[in-house]
């Protein structure tokens, strides 16, 4: 046995691995963009195995596939068809899409990839030879029927954004501020010495200052939903240019009803083709809310490194679970791993917004944008990264972390700005004053106000409470 077969497409003669479920169209691509070896991620292809299984049924369901254009299916072939369709669907035949990521602009050798993987399969399926030259369910004539690359890929890319989005990125979110909120919850007694521009400042609680970042995240949340609300309209039944040649009225609504039916997500036919087709600015945006969300994470993870650092030369302020050994030459030394972790996905997906931005403004010109594919590649990473960064954040640093009160107690006491309290009392000037003066002595505020007979100890004591500063007086 030879390992290659010969296939055949409008230009000629091409050799196939012999088992490959591919065909000519996708070899050519294999041996035109031998680029990065980057193929397009998993939830891309299942995307596009969705996305054709929405088609065939619009389809069937309209008539087209069983009707007396060229080749009509039989009811069974219809049903092969579907089945292939619903096994990319499901991660399946996911070794049969090679194509580099760094292809054809709109996609189309990815688009006619699974064409000629679903129309092998689904002869197959039938009971068939797939290795035969006349395709009994063709690649163009069935599985693409009523479409274009220029409608369907883009339609993938949105499907799949969005439910990565929600059904990955979404709960992790959910989850950390789940997490943070508990523990705003827990150490709302702790008072600790606030900071701003790294210096001390006015006292608050720990838990005031978890709850801000469960905050945060609350936000993050929102803004991930509005990602994926970014990208519900849907470009299908555009064909081509966005005038929906070769295709019924009714197609792109009916794929965009299917998609909603599999996903649970509320897609939606573009409202004008013309755009759906030729701009992918729903993707922009939605990485936008995404690198919003990354670097909502970077500051929280950067603060947390902060509060953990230590233990004996730093703050403290949190106990950090111990991970692994932090050095190869500091014995007992252990760094804030998850943390670095977490930043770098951050500054990755900040990094990514770039790239989608440039692919979003000068890939697109009139009808179509051609830089579809590294569109695709990119906010499907960025969401894989922020989920899975998140999620090992949550698991092995955010779920154990633990509260130093004697740390964060010890230094509220030593604080000059504890002063702040007393310029309703005194005033500015000499607030500041005895700020000075007290960091001069090396004298707390107190003992600085004693000594001076600033104010009557009752007054002093009621003033300068730690807790009373931590919210609003009247």
């Known amino acids: 046995m030879t390992d290659f077969r010969t296939e055949r497409d409008s230009m000629g003669e091409v050799r196939v691995p012999q088992n490959a479920y591919y065909g000519a169209q996708t070899q050519r691509a294999v041996e035109n963009f031998p680029v990065s070896g980057w193929q397009l991620p998993p939830s891309m292809i299942a995307a596009m195995g969705r996305v054709k299984l929405a088609c065939g049924i619009a389809n069937r369901d309209l008539g087209k596939l069983t009707g007396s254009g060229k080749n009509p299916l039989s009811d069974g072939q219809v049903e092969s068809m579907l089945s292939a369709a619903k096994e990319v669907a499901e991660g399946q035949l996911a070794d049969q899409f090679p194509v580099d990521v760094f292809q054809t602009g709109s996609g189309t050798s990815s688009n006619m990839n699974i064409n000629e993987v679903l129309s092998n399969r689904a002869i197959e399926i039938d009971g068939g030879d797939r290795m035969a030259e006349e395709k009994s369910i063709h690649p163009n004539d069935h599985i693409n029927m009523g479409q274009s690359t220029n409608d369907t890929f883009p339609t993938a890319i949105h499907v799949a954004a969005a439910y990565e989005i929600e059904n990955r990125l979404l709960p992790a979110l959910r989850r950390m501020h789940e997490s943070l909120t508990e523990k705003a919850q827990a150490w709302d007694k702790i008072i600790k010495i606030g900071r701003t521009h790294l210096m001390d400042a006015t006292p608050l609680r720990l838990g005031q200052e978890f709850g801000g970042f469960a905050r945060q995240i609350e936000l993050s949340i929102a803004r991930a939903e509005a990602a994926r609300d970014a990208v519900l309209e849907l470009p299908v039944g555009g064909t081509a240019v966005g005038s929906g040649i070769n295709t019924h009225p009714e197609f792109g609504a009916r794929v965009a009803a299917s998609l909603s039916e599999q996903t649970d997500i509320a897609f939606i036919e573009a409202v004008n083709h013309f755009e759906g087709n030729a701009n992918r600015d729903g993707l922009v945006d939605s990485h936008g809310g995404l690198k919003c969300v990354a670097q909502t994470l970077l500051g929280l993870a950067n603060n947390i490194r902060w509060l953990g650092s230590g233990p004996r030369c730093g703050f403290y302020e949190v106990k950090l679970p111990t991970r692994q050994p932090g050095s190869s030459i500091m014995p007992g030394k252990v760094n804030p791993v998850m943390c670095e972790s977490l930043m770098q996905v951050a500054a990755r997906v900040i990094g990514n917004d770039t790239c989608m931005t440039v692919s ?97 100890d009752d007054v002093l004591t009621e003033a300068l409470d730690p807790w009373k500063m931590t919210e609003p007086q009247a």
């Not at 000075?436 to 003992?447: D, N, P, V």
Request: glycine share 10%; charged share 20%; aromatic share 6%.
């Open 360 to 456: 979003g403004g000068c890939g697109g010109n009139f009808q179509l944008n051609i830089m579809m594919p590294v569109m695709a590649h990119t906010i499907l990473e960025s969401i894989e990264l922020l989920a899975g960064g998140v999620t090992a954040f949550i698991d092995f640093c955010l779920d154990g972390m633990e509260p130093n009160e004697e740390a964060c107690e010890a230094s509220v006491e030593q604080s000059l700005s504890m002063c702040t309290s007393l310029n309703p009392l005194i005033g500015y000037e000499q607030a500041a004053a005895l700020a000075k003066e007290a960091f001069k002595s090396g004298q707390t505020i107190r003992e600085l106000c004693k000594e001076k007979g600033i104010l009557a």
